[in-house]
Nanobody
Framework: QVQLVESGGGLVQAGGSLRLSCAAS????????MGWHRQAPGKQREFVAR???????NYAESVKGRFTISRDNPKKMVDLQMTSLKPEDTGVYYC?????????WGQGTQVTVSS
């Protein structure tokens, strides 16, 4: 059973920064591709960033150059460093672990960016 717990969300002014963390209860984090998605009020959940077990990353166009995803396999942690935040970055941010056809999701952490 994979369990993911997000932390680090909060309220920040536009232009500010936040760092989200995802703690994974897995036997070996390195086999999973890890990612972050978000869901704004009234909108569908959308992809934000992804990092493979080998460290390859990709990002949604809307966050490129502002967000950085990283992982620490021995510590079983995945972080999302968010800078130059905008009001449109507001939403619940979810950590996801992907292995084969299986996706495992955390409960999410709220990020609110005020203008």
């Amino acid at each position: 059973q994979v369990q993911l717990v997000e932390s680090g969300g909060g309220l920040v002014q536009a232009g500010g920064s936040l760092r989200l963390s995802c703690a994974a209860s897995v036997s070996e984090l390195g086999i999973y591709t890890m990612g972050w998605h978000r869901q704004a009020p009234g909108k569908q959940r959308e992809f934000v960033a992804r990092i493979t077990g080998g460290g390859l990353t990709n990002y949604a166009e809307s966050v490129k150059g502002r967000f950085t995803i990283s992982r620490d396999n021995p510590k079983k942690m995945v972080d999302l460093q968010m800078t130059s935040l905008k009001p449109e970055d507001t939403g619940v941010y979810y950590c996801v672990a992907q292995w084969g056809v299986n996706d495992y999701w955390g409960q999410g952490t709220q990020v609110t960016v005020s203008s």
